[in-house]
T-cell receptor, first 115, second 114 residues
Framework: ETGVTQTPRHLVMGMTNKKSLKCEQH?????MYWYKQSAKKPLELMFVYSLEERVENNSVPSRFSPECPNSSHLFLHLHTLQPEDSALYLC??????????????FGSGTRLTVV | DQQVKQNSPSLSVQEGRISILNCDYT??????FLWYKKYPAEGPTFLIS?????DKNEDGRFTVFLNKSAKHLSLHIVPSQPGDSAVYFC?????????????FGKGTKLSVKP
């Protein structure tokens, strides 16, 4: 148990579907992140939420829509995805200004397959 | 363009020997470097880090070396154990005020053979 829980663990969706990924942390952290891990690529930062406000959006297509209703929960809403969006989506949390110093805690990820 | 590069996608080492994983970076504003370890079906976990004011940090079997002039860091594991088999990610932070955001490399898959 890492303290950061992601659901579902696996998801297969069609290109016209709408689905959501969920992340929950019980560590009292106040920053949350979405990362994407594609095959043979670095972990790519997608979104950063600090104190429930989005502070970074790394040119992510609008078919990915994050939501952070409170400091413990983070969602990634998906719609009209493409097969190339198939990847492992990782959620992480940290204390503000501590994440870059080893303070990240990652969830186990959601393996997404778009068919 | 990648700011953190791990040019070796995989490494195979015999148990008991030294494993050396390498990482290069391009952004001189990075001031903190980290290694994360990832097992299959799990998220990455923090392993060891080093500040740019140091050139070496040691924690048990794990040592990270930083060469700022070459913009290069390496992780040494000695002696290597089969349980060390995992993907190792190099990461950096501190660029442009985004100290909380980590920039990762592609990872190197380490296999330690008994």
């Amino acid at each position: 148990e890492t303290g950061v829980t992601q659901t579902p663990r696996h998801l297969v969706m069609g290109m016209t579907n709408k689905k959501s990924l969920k992340c929950e942390q019980h560590l009292g952290h106040n920053a949350m992140y979405w990362y994407k891990q594609s095959a043979k690529k670095p972990l790519e930062l997608m979104f950063v939420y600090s104190l429930e406000e989005r502070v970074e959006n790394n040119s992510v297509p609008s078919r990915f829509s994050p939501e952070c209703p409170n400091s413990s929960h983070l969602f990634l809403h998906l719609h009209t995805l493409q097969p190339e969006d198939s990847a492992l989506y990782l959620c992480a949390s940290s204390q503000l200004l501590q994440g870059g110093y080893g303070g990240y805690t990652f969830g186990s990820g959601t393996r997404l397959t778009v068919v | 363009d990648q700011q953190v590069k791990q040019n070796s996608p995989s490494l195979s080492v015999q148990e008991g020997r030294i494993s050396i994983l390498n990482c290069d970076y391009t952004n001189s504003m990075f001031d903190y470097f980290l290694w994360y370890k990832k097992y299959p079906a799990e998220g990455p976990t923090f392993l060891i880090s080093i500040s740019s004011i140091k050139d070496k940090n040691e924690d048990g079997r794990f040592t990270v070396f930083l060469n700022k002039s070459a913009k290069h860091l390496s992780l040494h594991i000695v002696p290597s154990q089969p349980g060390d088999s995992a993907v190792y990610f190099c990461a950096a932070s501190g660029a442009g005020g985004s100290q909380g955001n980590l920039i990762f490399g592609k990872g190197t898959k380490l296999s330690v053979k008994p």
